[in-house]
């Protein structure tokens, strides 16, 4: 079974602090994103990463950056967290099939539920 | 710009009754349509994919239709059950000029009621 983690289920942070939210996938996917998730809103693709290195802005990139320097982890930045970023985050990945959109089968992290004050 | 609603936000019904969750979408030139589950605090557990060309998909008491012409998509749960409470989402990709986009609905609550 895919298995993705997330390095926090609970986060409290600092408006101005510096936030790295962590995810691992142990099934060699070469995709990977980060989604947040907001009452009324849904949720929205942060970032995507297709490979090593390689990234793509979703919907929201604003106010977070991401770093992937090994396949099995893609890390969420926030460099100076604001109160407006408190929200639920949730990591996923997939594999890349000839032909298929990254965005089939998605495996989904717990999430991490952020809070800044 | 895709929007997916899903009406209603939340649905509260006895154990044992089959149930029809709604999914409607403003653009009909879709790659697939997605239903996910999601526990309170959890993630997204992929419960069934349709694809455009097909009209249905069904796992184990789960089936999900898509009327891209309408579109809409339900997801029909037969004979439910307390473990089927969790909230409901759709999903509809769209393929277009090298990219994709995945556009989520905001979700059905669902209480299955012992």
């Known amino acids: 079974d895919v298995k993705v983690t997330q390095s926090s289920r609970y986060l409290v942070k600092r408006t101005g602090e510096k936030v790295f939210l962590e995810c691992v996938q142990d099934?060699?996917?070469?995709?990977m994103f980060w989604y947040r998730q907001d009452p009324g809103l849904g949720l929205r693709l942060i970032y995507f990463s297709y490979d090593v290195k390689m990234k793509e802005k979703g919907d929201i990139p604003e106010g977070y950056s991401v770093s992937r320097e090994k396949k099995e982890r893609f890390s969420l930045i926030l460099e100076s967290a604001s109160t407006n970023q408190t929200s639920m985050y949730l990591c996923?990945?997939?594999?890349?099939?000839?032909?298929?959109?990254?965005?089939?089968?998605?495996?989904f992290g717990p999430g991490t539920r952020l809070t800044v004050l | 710009k895709q929007e997916v609603t899903q009406i209603p936000a939340a649905l509260s019904v006895p154990e044992g009754e089959n149930l029809v969750l709604n999914c409607s979408f403003t653009d009909s030139a879709i790659y697939n349509l997605q239903w996910f589950r999601q526990d309170p605090g959890k993630g997204l557990t992929s419960l069934l994919l349709i694809q455009s060309s097909q009209r249905e998909q069904t796992s184990g008491r789960l089936n999900a239709s898509l009327d891209k012409s309408s579109g809409r998509s339900t997801l029909y749960i037969a004979a439910s059950q307390p473990g089927d409470s969790a909230t409901y989402l759709c999903?509809?990709?769209?393929?277009?000029?090298?990219?994709?986009?995945?556009?989520f609905g905001k979700g059905t609550k669902l209480s299955v009621i012992p």
């Open positions: 099934m060699d996917h070469e995709n």
């Open positions: 999903a509809t990709l769209y393929s277009g000029a090298g990219s994709y986009q995945l556009t």
């Open positions: 996923a990945s997939s594999l890349v099939l000839a032909g298929e959109s990254p965005y089939n089968e998605q495996f």
